[in-house]
């Protein structure tokens, strides 16, 4: 099986998929949106380049399907009329503030063979038929690992509890203020400790160097990182964003609330008891071999369907 898969920058989770499926015997070719994917996202000029990319890789290779993986990326899918479309929506497309990417994904989903999204926020807001099927985590890289190994790794030479701020803290709807007003509020002594920017191999230690991941955003699409830190037994306090509360809603040490009194509670316990989570045993569920086993049965139910000429699309490489 051949698969096209257009992204407009891979993420983690992305490579995650595209890993999973090969190991599956499905041949991925990527092709991404040209530029540089900064703050301001990419120009209208970067995705010109992109439609004659997608147009001669289309040419060029013997697709059995295209996945667009992203809102924006789906137009560019749809410019051939021959080889099906899965469409994967992350979350800031169906639920963006912009009404135009809302539309355009809706769209998508209603003429794609199949539409998946990661979560059942996403799934309550799809009027569309589609499937659920949450972004893998890799467990073998998160995991719990002993607080004063994981200190030694990264050079945090304290005994304090720490409540790790996974973010920019100039990214306005991650809302570092709020994280900062919490901590300050709390009856304990906790440090805050953004972190940006470090390799993603070292992110496991960061988390288990901590004593609670601390997310304070005004709005997500997730967020992974809510999975990963309960991968590691983290425990998690957080807003009611994304898919954080189907995550994490009753875990040990775990607090989901857009309340700052419970918010505030949370970090105060997590101080003082300085215990784990049990996330990782809900995290089982949810490891990168159910992803690519879902994902590969998506393909081949879109696959088999007949196509216009009433027969059977067919599988032509492979698996």
Same mark, same amino acid.
């Given at each position: 099986?051949?698969?096209?898969?257009?992204?407009?920058?891979?993420?983690p989770?992305?490579?995650?998929?595209?890993?999973?499926?090969?190991a599956?015997?499905?041949?991925?070719?990527?092709? @991404?949106?040209? $530029? #540089?994917? =900064?703050?301001?996202?990419?120009?209208?000029?970067?995705?010109?380049?992109?439609?004659?990319?997608? !147009?001669?890789?289309?040419?060029?290779?013997?697709?059995?399907?295209?996945?667009?993986?992203?809102?924006?990326?789906?137009?560019?899918a749809f410019?051939?009329?021959v080889?099906p479309?899965?469409?994967?929506?992350?979350?800031?497309?169906?639920?963006?503030?912009?009404?135009?990417?809302?539309?355009?994904s809706?769209?998508?989903?209603?003429?794609a063979?199949?539409?998946?999204?990661?979560?059942?926020?996403?799934?309550?807001?799809?009027?569309?038929d589609?499937?659920?099927?949450?972004?893998?985590?890799?467990?073998?890289?998160?995991?719990?690992i002993?607080q004063a190994?994981?200190?030694e790794r990264?050079?945090?030479?304290?005994?304090r509890?720490?409540?790790l701020?996974?973010?920019? @803290?100039?990214r $306005? #709807?991650? =809302?570092?203020?709020?994280?900062?007003?919490?901590?300050?509020?709390?009856?304990?002594?906790?440090? !805050?400790?953004p972190?940006?920017?470090?390799?993603?191999?070292?992110?496991?230690?960061?988390?288990?160097?901590s004593?609670v991941?601390?997310?304070?955003?005004?709005?997500?699409?997730?967020?992974?990182?809510?999975k990963e830190?309960?991968?590691?037994?983290?425990?998690?306090?957080?807003?009611?964003?994304?898919?954080?509360?189907?995550?994490i809603?009753?875990l040990?040490?775990c607090?989901?609330s857009?309340?700052?009194?419970?918010?505030?509670?949370?970090?105060?316990?997590?101080?003082?008891?300085r215990?784990?989570?049990?996330?990782?045993?809900?995290?089982?569920?949810?490891?990168?071999?159910?992803?690519?086993?879902?994902?590969?049965?998506?393909?081949?139910r879109?696959?088999?369907?007949?196509?216009r000429?009433g027969?059977?699309?067919?599988v032509?490489h492979?698996?």
């Amino acid at each position: 099986m051949n698969v096209l898969q257009l992204v407009t920058s891979p993420r983690p989770f992305f490579d995650h998929q595209v890993s999973v499926l090969e190991a599956r015997g499905v041949d991925c070719t990527v092709c @991404t949106v040209p $530029g #540089v994917d =900064d703050a301001g996202g990419r120009s209208p000029s970067d995705y010109a380049r992109f439609y004659p990319a997608v !147009l001669s890789e289309i040419r060029s290779g013997e697709y059995d399907l295209i996945h667009a993986n992203y809102g924006l990326t789906t137009p560019f899918a749809f410019t051939q009329p021959v080889r099906p479309v899965v469409v994967s929506l992350w979350g800031t497309d169906l639920m963006s503030d912009h009404s135009w990417l809302r539309w355009l994904s809706r769209r998508a989903a209603r003429s794609a063979d199949a539409t998946i999204v990661p979560s059942q926020p996403m799934s309550d807001a799809l009027e569309t038929d589609h499937h659920v099927i949450p972004f893998g985590v890799d467990t073998e890289q998160f995991r719990p690992i002993p607080q004063a190994e994981a200190r030694e790794r990264i050079g945090w030479e304290t005994d304090r509890p720490i409540a790790l701020f996974p973010y920019d @803290t100039e990214r $306005g #709807v991650k =809302d570092f203020p709020r994280a900062r007003r919490l901590v300050e509020r709390a009856d304990a002594d906790l440090e !805050l400790r953004p972190v940006c920017g470090v390799d993603y191999e070292e992110i496991p230690y960061y988390m288990n160097a901590s004593d609670v991941l601390l997310v304070t955003s005004k709005r997500e699409s997730g967020p992974m990182v809510v999975k990963e830190a309960a991968a590691c037994n983290l425990p998690i306090v957080s807003t009611d964003v994304g898919f954080v509360r189907e995550t994490i809603d009753g875990l040990a040490n775990c607090v989901v609330s857009d309340d700052d009194d419970d918010l505030v509670a949370g970090l105060e316990r997590v101080a003082a008891d300085r215990g784990r989570s049990d996330g990782r045993d809900v995290i089982d569920g949810l490891r990168l071999e159910a992803l690519g086993d879902r994902l590969h049965e998506v393909y081949r139910r879109v696959l088999e369907r007949p196509d216009r000429s009433g027969q059977p699309t067919g599988v032509s490489h492979g698996t």
